[in-house]
């Protein structure tokens, strides 16, 4: 008897995440070749390969916008996301991660959990993606799997579940034993395809070693291979794959793999990893959103109406391209849409299965699918699109505050509109840079993640528009906080003009918080009506964006409404709003405030011999070592550092180690500047 299978269970919705150079793209190019998308192997040092297709990111080597791809594997299709390693372009990850099912952690054989693939790793618990581990990079020297699974044990804390052995160490690796099956996968020199051989005979016992400690992991975690293993001592390979399924999907542990992408070993059990472990759209929980305030489930069902999340909009020579992730019903060519965040509706052009650079028209995409389309002219990334009929408003991605600002301007004055115009692009396309005009001096800011995601953007500006311009020396992004607080501050807002007049009087508490604002009411005996109080939050909040201090966005503190006073004719929610704005501003004015400057984390690899003049450099930079260590024949040096002292740090580096060091940086928050910040 036939059984009707859904089509949905052979998708798989990933991501590929790490630190920078730990072998995304090599991972993503060699999955395309095994499931023969492509037909020649593309290296990231050529500039050859099919996801870094950008100029930039082929010059820099580097990652720096995530593409998607389609590939097919043992009958499934797999839509595959390869997403940037640089901190500078973490919200190209997270929009990235809002609308994936599952991904692939990639770590470095030698230098294991790095300080980004920390910050992804987080990133990806955040949005409840289920992960797998693979460690790249066994052929190099110094490669060392169990240490690498220790710094995903200590510093990522889920449960390593390891199920393949190394065949071969260092330069030797050849293969991987499959603990399940307890066979061999084998690659010889210059060879495409694993040979499936028994396992190496010196393998053999530190094999069932791992075989058993494996099931005794597992048993531990999962109820169902618990009870196989009380009642026969051992676990099938059938019973462990499944609970290691279950462990996988819910997050309570991570499934290890290891291999070399650069010498094509490991892609396959990989890609068949991928099939067993990883979760369908069916496999996830139905996306929520909400319309008119109530909150509303889509499940993954083509025949439900329609949703679809924006997480990419790009402008291309030929129009502009919108990716996007189908969570429920069908969408087709000429199909009109509604989008719940402009409330207008749109027409969908054509319907692309994305390639890279490259894309393939389809007739229509079903829920579960990823794919771009032309057409839409104001949807933007995070933007919800849904079914006229049935609308919905899907959580959108989170978006970080940018750190660094540059000020632009056209180098030949008749250019100036077609700046303006190319800006307004750039932050369309990429919703962490923000272009604003400084009121003091009406120059062009333009702000951004870090130095890198700043030169990437100036960068696109003149390859991709033509244009020439001028750019400032970086600046960091303050903000201002409370040191010492006060109580009782009153204002009162009085005006009368002809007509109604505006009257409105508060009495406010201002007191330091760890993070963020917050806004209480305590007042008794309605003195101050609850929709009075409501805009006096809402004023208090305007107030925030301009601190005593510079004018920078003011955080760190607690605003309570501890009394007021009403009019019977002039009191208003505008006149209380405007009370709470300005007696804000007025009560932080009299607090003792603090300049907070953004700190980072930074990780210094370098020659041992150069460890003392690179201690040396950090604190002329004023930043707190917190470690060091030796990992391969390097010294990795970690500290805390005001992000406004890196400025032009790779540029000492490199010449303080004739060119053999190197950092890489995470934001970590803010810190206490000091009154003067030293120019460099």
């Known amino acids: 008897m036939r059984t009707n299978v859904n089509p949905l269970t052979a998708v798989r919705n990933l991501g590929i995440l790490a630190h920078v150079d730990a072998g995304k793209t090599t991972v993503t190019e060699r999955i395309l070749y095994a499931t023969g998308t492509i037909h020649r192997r593309g290296e990231v040092h050529d500039g050859t390969t099919v996801t870094d297709f950008d100029p930039q990111e082929r010059d820099r080597g580097i990652t720096i916008f995530a593409a998607a791809v389609s ?143 494996l099931e005794e992991a597992v048993a531990e975690l999962h109820p169902g291979a618990l009870e196989e293993f009380v009642e026969r001592e051992t676990l099938s390979a059938g019973t462990l794959a499944g609970a290691l399924r279950d462990l996988t999907r819910s997050g ?43 909150a509303q489930e889509r499940a993954a069902d083509p025949r439900a109406p329609f949703a679809a999340l924006v997480f990419k909009v790009n402008a291309t020579p030929t129009g502009r391209l919108t990716c996007l992730r189908v969570y429920s019903g069908t969408i087709e ?28 028209r389809v007739d229509r995409a079903v829920a579960g699918d990823i794919v771009a389309v032309i057409g839409l002219k104001t949807a933007r990334a995070g933007s919800t699109l849904c079914a006229p009929g049935a609308p919905l408003v899907l959580e ?182 405007t009370a709470g704005r300005l007696g804000l501003r007025e009560a932080l004015r009299a607090c003792s405030m603090l300049l907070l400057e953004p700190v980072v984390e930074v990780a210094v690899t370098v020659p041992e011999d150069a460890v003392g003049g690179v201690l040396g450099d950090l604190a002329a930079r004023r930043g707190r070592v917190s470690g060091s260590a030796v990992r391969g024949g390097s010294a990795v040096v970690t500290a805390t550092v005001p992000l406004a002292e890196l400025f032009g740090y790779a540029t000492r580096l490199r010449s303080r180690t004739q060119g053999r060091g190197t950092f890489t940086a995470r934001p970590t928050g803010y810190a206490p500047a000091p009154a003067v910040t030293p120019a460099r």
């Open 396 to 577: 959108p991605p989170g978006v970080t505050e940018p750190v660094v600002s540059v000020a632009v301007e056209a180098r030949r004055s008749t250019d100036a509109d077609r700046l303006a115009s190319a800006l307004a692009r750039l932050a369309e396309e990429d919703p962490s840079l923000v272009v604003r005009t400084d009121p003091e001096t009406g120059q062009t800011v333009l702000s951004g993640m870090g130095e890198l995601h700043l030169e990437v953007a100036v960068e696109k500006l003149r390859l991709a528009q033509g244009l020439e311009v001028n750019v400032g020396r970086p600046k960091a992004s303050h903000r201002e906080t409370v040191g010492r607080g006060v109580s009782g501050f009153v204002f009162r807002h009085v005006k009368q003009d002809g007509g109604a007049g505006q009257f409105a009087h508060v009495v406010l508490d201002v007191e330091p918080l760890q993070d963020g604002f917050e806004f209480r009411s305590a007042i008794v005996g309605g003195r101050v009506p609850q929709e009075y109080v409501r805009a006096v939050e809402a004023g208090c909040r305007d107030a925030l964006a301009e601190g005593p201090l510079g004018g920078h966005p003011v955080t760190g503190l607690r605003v309570t409404l501890t009394d007021g006073a009403t009019h019977v004719k002039d009191s208003s929610d505008t006149a209380f709003r």
């Open 252 to 294: 309570d542990a991570v499934v290890v793999l290891c291999g070399s992408a650069y010498r094509n070993r490991g892609i396959e059990p990989l890609l068949d990893a991928v099939v067993a472990y990883l979760p369908s759209p069916l496999d996830v929980p139905a996306v929520r959103g909400t319309h008119d305030g109530t």
């Open 71 to 213: 590939c097919a594997w043992d009958g499934h299709r797999i839509n595959l996301i390869d997403t940037p390693g640089h901190v500078d372009f973490a919200d190209e990850v997270e929009r990235s991660l809002r609308v994936l099912d599952g991904a692939i952690a990639v770590f470095d054989a030698v230098a294991g959990v790095e300080p980004q693939s920390e910050s992804v790793w987080r990133q990806a618990d955040r949005h409840g993606v289920p992960r797998i581990a693979f460690v790249n990079k066994m052929d190099r020297a110094g490669a060392d799997l169990d240490s690498a699974v220790a710094s995903i044990r200590e510093r990522l804390h889920p449960t390593p579940l390891v199920v393949q052995l190394p065949v071969g160490t260092e330069d030797r690796f050849t293969g991987v034993v499959d603990l399940l099956r307890l066979r061999a996968h084998v690659w010889s020199d210059g060879g495409d395809t694993a040979q499936v051989v028994p396992v190496p005979e010196d393998l053999r016992e530190e094999a069932r070693r791992r075989r058993r400690l």
């Open 333 to 360: 060519k000429g199909d009109t849409v509604w989008d719940a965040g402009t409330r207008r509706t749109e027409r969908v052009g054509r319907i692309l299965r994305v390639q890279a650079d490259r894309h393939a």
